[in-house]
């Protein structure tokens, strides 16, 4: 008796409608999504990465990568003729608009990025299940390609750098002089994840 009703407990399950305390997780459908599923392993599947999960800590290092290069590509050093012309637009009865502020504290970036990085984990992790203890949703073909395309990627990033690390291992000497060139190498892998 106690463990149906303990493996009850811990699988997710539609609730009524009208009782959902939530109307946005009615209007995205997460009960349904992720009914019969064992809560315990979907936490799981949201970690932050751990020193057991090489590939998916790669995959975050490269998303953290993106988005510091994205923020970098959109904050302007010198401020751009559009926002001047918003700010010193002279027209009496209609208010000047705050142009585009794209620059965020780096909390607010890490609790964003985070997010993501957790839906990123999700995804990929509940994608190496078997099809009963994967979640409703279907990924689209080209979806499924770029997932696996990834995965390649990180495994070839993988194998480079276990040679690099057995490389330097081995030559001493070497490990001075091409500290340059594996960072550039490494940076080439991050950003083709």
């Given at each position: ?64 990568w ?11 050093e ?9 700010a ?6 209609n ?41 409703a ?10 997932i ?33 060139d ?6 080439e ?5």
């Amino acid at each position: 008796m106690r463990k149906a009703e303990e493996k009850e407990r811990c699988c997710i399950r539609e609730a009524e409608e009208s009782r959902e305390p939530n109307p946005w997780l009615r209007r995205v459908g997460w009960a349904a999504h992720l009914a019969g599923l064992d809560r315990a392993e979907i936490r799981k599947w949201v970690e932050m990465p751990n020193d057991e999960q090489p590939k998916l800590q790669i995959l975050c290092k490269a998303f953290d990568w993106m988005i510091q290069d994205a923020q970098y590509t959109t904050v302007q050093e010198v401020v751009g003729q559009a926002a001047l012309f918003e700010a010193n637009r002279k027209e009496v009865n209609n208010e000047p608009q705050k142009p585009f502020d794209s620059w965020m504290d780096i909390d607010t970036v890490q609790r964003y990025t985070r997010v993501w990085k957790q839906l990123l984990c999700y995804v990929f992790q509940a994608e190496g299940q078997e099809a009963e203890r994967r979640p409703a949703y279907k990924l689209t073909g080209s979806q499924q390609i770029a997932i696996h395309d990834v995965r390649a990627i990180i495994q070839e990033f993988q194998e480079w750098k276990k040679e690099q690390l057995e490389a330097e291992d081995g030559d001493e000497s070497s490990r001075d002089e091409s500290n340059g060139d594996k960072s550039d190498e490494e940076i080439e892998f991050i950003g083709r994840i």
